[in-house]
């Protein structure tokens, strides 16, 4: 569990965070999202005691980060930039890192498995490619086994595999109970991911909701060999209703309702899909306001 | 069994494997040792040959022991060096904030640095000072010139230049922690060490005398004499006013790395 209260940054007059109030819970993976810039390596960083808050407080279950008694049996973290030393071996950094926590060395080579860099690990980091990179730090981050996990932006630099590969391993992690919080400005990598969003502008959070709230289904797609007729059916109720190519897209009503009234009335039906608005529409609608720089068209 | 929560010895051991497990260490220890002994002994070379032709007073106020240790002055660039790395890569390559993630008490993590910095570099400060008295003696022998390890004065100052050493690298991790840059870091002990020595050059006779006796290389080599001589600090004062030097920069260090950002 993490929680920020009035977390505040500013960097020589400039806010980058603007008293953040969130809580990070158990469980589920918690979507960081917003813009570049908007505040949110500002706020891991906060969260590690990297920087120090200008105002406000960050805990981490309950204390702050440089009074858990082993940080890193408790939090992981993943941080954007590269953080080891290009001419240490991955295995000798985490040799190291283990040892400053009191953590078995055998659990070295445990998340070396664990990432697939076994066969690399006594190589130079300096050699790895960016991705290789990337599950050094995410090796360095398991390392504790902790409840906490942070990943800042971690697909960026990821081929198709990877990214795949630290999807299904946040999601795994959040199923064994684990704290997952992963910052992104890829809204279609928060969509397929995150059970839970932290939206953040301009260092403000602008909304901490469940996905399900945030991007509510707003109408339901319809196929049927009779549409005509279903169509006319659906008027009759008078719900909301476009036609859009071979589908019938109504709004305001659940599936059920529209399946219940197709057996009603007789009508064969070959899909029912409630259709959330993308949550690229949903996050523009809450941004339009916050974010730094408009991109100009054209 | 090792605790399973973060304390202060397993942040020197996380560092411990820190510093062997990087090239630069073995480098800096290879040439450290190479640098002071090899050049004390052509020093030492170079007097003996040249011994005829000095004139009284030169031989009357000849130091054996400071002159055979005089190599010790360049181990400084090689040491200094390593202090510095051990801090500035951190920030050059973005470690810090891995390291710190893992010791998020500040003043632990640099004191842990300290510890394990000055231990490499006490034990290779030692073998070179060592080194470079005994090749040097062996050589002023020739000419019946040298000093033994038992005469007066001499273990204190072969030891001394150990110590020496061991305080260079200890400013130097200062100065890498102040700066957090290597080459800048590396150019300001180098700077204050080789270059402000010749401020005093400028200065009115007696007033340079004096100034330059409390210059940071004068005093911190002071150590390494056995006579008294008039450009020098008596050893053990000129010592302490370099580790004076020494706790200034580390305190500034320490100030500074608990405050900043990372």
Known sequence: ?298 | MTPRRATFAGAVAGEWIKIWTVRSTLWSMFSTVVVTVGLSSLLALAYTLSYDRLGFRARLAFDPVAYGLAGLNFGVITLGVLGVLVVSTEFSSGLIRTSLSAVPRRSRLLAAKAVVLAMIALVVGLISSFLAFFASQAIFSMRRLGAGIGDPEVLRAVTGGGLYLTLIALISLGAGAIVRHTAGAITSVLGVLFVAPIFGVFLPEDWGRTVQKFLPPAAGSAILTTRETPITLPPWQGFGVFAGYTAVVLVIAFALFRRRDV
């Open chain 1, 1 to 298: 569990m993490i929680s920020a209260a009035g977390l505040t940054k500013v960097y020589g007059g400039k806010t980058a965070l603007d008293h953040a109030d969130f809580a990070v819970r158990p469980g589920v993976v918690t979507g960081f999202l917003g813009p570049n810039g908007a505040g949110k390596s500002t706020a891991m960083r906060l969260i590690l005691g990297l920087d120090r808050a200008t105002a406000g407080s960050v805990t981490v279950n309950g204390r702050a980060y440089r009074d858990l008694p082993a940080p890193l049996r408790e939090v992981g973290a993943l941080l954007e930039a590269k953080a080891w030393h290009g001419g240490r071996s991955a295995y000798n950094h985490l040799r190291f890192l283990a040892r400053t926590n009191g953590i078995p060395r055998k659990r070295v080579g445990e998340v070396l498995d664990v990432v697939g860099l076994h066969d690399v690990a006594a190589k130079r980091a300096r050699g790895y490619s960016l991705g290789m990179g990337q599950r050094l730090g995410i090796a360095a981050a398991l390392l504790g086994d902790p409840g906490i996990l942070m990943f800042d932006e971690p697909v960026n630099g990821l081929d198709p595999e990877g990214i795949l590969w630290i999807r299904r391993l946040m999601q795994s992690l959040a199923a064994e109970g684990r704290t997952v919080f992963v910052s992104s400005h890829l809204m279609s990598e928060m969509a397929v991911t995150a059970g839970h969003l932290i939206v953040i502008g301009r260092g403000r959070i602008l909304a901490d909701t469940s996905m399900e709230d945030f991007i509510p289904p707003d109408h339901v797609r319809v196929r049927s060999p009779d549409l005509p007729a279903l169509g006319r059916a659906v008027a009759a109720e008078n719900w909301q209703a476009v036609t859009g190519g071979d589908a019938l897209l109504v709004y305001g009503v659940t599936p059920a309702a529209i399946g219940d009234l197709a057996f009603r009335a007789g009508l064969r039906v070959h899909e029912l899909t409630p259709v959330h608005p993308s949550l690229e529409e949903a996050f523009m609608r809450l941004t339009a306001d916050s974010v730094e720089f408009h991109g100009v068209d054209g």
